[in-house]
């Protein structure tokens, strides 16, 4: 019983760092966290139910989840069994309405143990020393920066947690569709 919405920057911010970019002549990179809603510790366990009827019977026995099905009617009209459990979550995962805001403190401790905060401008991230900026919008970066190592060192930072897209330059690389 929190609100559990995350920041993310505003379209305004984002276009004034793509300014930047172009005015100060810096380059610009995209970076993406992969699953980035997965892994946070929750502050208290959740439960949830998931249907199984479409896993094999031998994998639920493997895993050792056979002696903890439930069963329950489908809404059909032939009455079919339809199998289930219960899961304790200990970890944010999709779905979870509190897993973006938890996974987001997450990454902003990183950051911050690394020399990023954030500016006063909302989700406008900038190191303590060196010349790199970025935008936030959930897992999505849109870096500014003028020496290759700085934006190295923020690639290695994000590494300790996650795995990443990195796009420093080409055709296939947008940020926000852009």
Request: with cysteine; net charge negative.
């Amino acid at each position: 019983d929190y609100p559990c919405g995350s920041n993310t920057a505003a379209l305004t911010t984002v276009n004034a760092l793509f300014h930047a970019v172009v005015s100060e002549e810096a380059r610009f990179a995209t970076l993406n966290i992969c699953d980035f809603y997965l892994g946070a510790d929750l502050p208290e366990r959740e439960s949830m139910s998931i249907d199984l009827q479409h896993v094999p019977a031998d994998l639920l026995a493997d895993l050792g989840i056979t002696p903890h099905l439930r069963h329950r009617k489908a809404m059909d009209s032939e009455g079919t069994l339809i199998p289930y459990c219960f899961f304790d979550i200990v970890k944010s995962v999709p779905g979870l309405p509190q897993s973006g805001l938890i996974s987001q403190r997450r990454l902003v401790r990183l950051l911050a143990k690394h020399g990023y905060t954030e500016t006063t401008t909302e989700m406008l991230f900038q190191h303590a020393t060196r010349s790199i900026m970025f935008t936030l919008v959930v897992d999505d970066f849109g870096v500014k920066y003028t020496d290759p190592a700085d934006l190295d060192h923020l690639i290695a930072c994000l590494h300790e947690l996650y795995e990443l897209k990195v796009h420093r330059t080409g055709d296939l690389y947008s940020y926000l569709g852009y």
